[in-house]
């Protein structure tokens, strides 16, 4: 519907184009193909910021506290993320398929929509379960390509060397050509969570109530410390906001 009322705004404001392609078949493959590249690189990226900007870690934090991998895991996420965060990447693929069809000039092809709910159904219904498992799964040489369960359960590492990598939804290329992808090694021993200073009896998310406020406290925390940055040098909330950004760095692709 975005993608549709988007075109159709572009089509009212700059008049509308010539088809370029007539056959049924390839309209839904082009559209579906620029909704799925959209929204997985939206969603690496998006994914990218949660885990290097402290105000969204703050809510992210939730999925990662976890210290065992279940098919449950995957929706262990705090309300905030699931409810405002996740709702980004379809909206700004909504867009951008919004933007093809008025460049090719088309329609929403009813292929298209299937193809997206089917989309929708295998990455919550089957890849989310597969992802969020403690069977380390390898697809080989295509964990390349698309995120393997292995890989996934690498990111859910507590231990440094692992942190802030395998950050793909689906496709794991962005990591490649970002520099945040990390292949599995032999014999590489590892626990799931946040890390060794929230683990255990120190885990901030071992409560209910813990789980829920946590985040919000800790959020608030990084906006006051963000804010106090301009106010006098030294001040305590400054000092802890400057110590809670994260030392991340792109590294060359492996």
């Not at 390839?26 to 909704?35: D, L, P």
């Not at 909504?94 to 299937?114: D, F, I, K, S």
């Amino acid at each position: 519907a975005l993608a549709g009322n988007f075109a159709g705004f572009r089509t009212d404001h700059f008049g509308a184009r010539r088809p370029l392609v007539d056959a049924g078949w390839a309209v839904a493959a082009i559209q579906f193909i620029v909704y799925f590249l959209a929204l997985d690189f939206v969603g690496y990226v998006q994914h990218y910021l949660c885990h290097t900007r402290p105000s969204l870690w703050a809510f992210h934090k939730a999925h990662h506290t976890a210290e065992a991998l279940t098919p449950w895991t995957g929706v262990r996420l705090h309300p905030v993320e699931f409810i405002v965060l996740n709702q980004i990447p379809p909206i700004l693929a909504g867009l951008a398929t919004g933007l093809a069809l008025y460049a090719t000039g088309t329609e929403m092809h009813p292929g298209t929509v299937n193809g997206v709910a089917l989309l929708a159904f295998v990455q919550f219904f089957v890849a989310d379960f597969l992802l969020h498992t403690h069977v380390p799964i390898s697809y080989g040489w295509m964990n390349r390509i698309l995120l393997a369960p292995v890989l996934h359960s690498i990111h859910h590492s507590a231990e440094e060397r692992h942190r802030d990598t395998n950050l793909a939804v689906i496709l794991t290329i962005w990591d490649w050509m970002f520099g945040t992808l990390y292949l599995p090694k032999k014999d590489d021993e590892y626990r799931w969570g946040c890390s060794d200073q929230e683990f255990g009896e120190t885990n901030p998310h071992r409560t209910v109530r813990g789980y829920f406020s946590e985040p919000i406290v800790s959020f608030w925390k990084v906006v006051k410390g963000i804010v106090s940055l301009g106010a006098v040098d030294g001040n305590d909330g400054a000092k802890e906001a400057k110590e809670k950004l994260p030392q991340f760095s792109l590294r060359a692709p492996e």
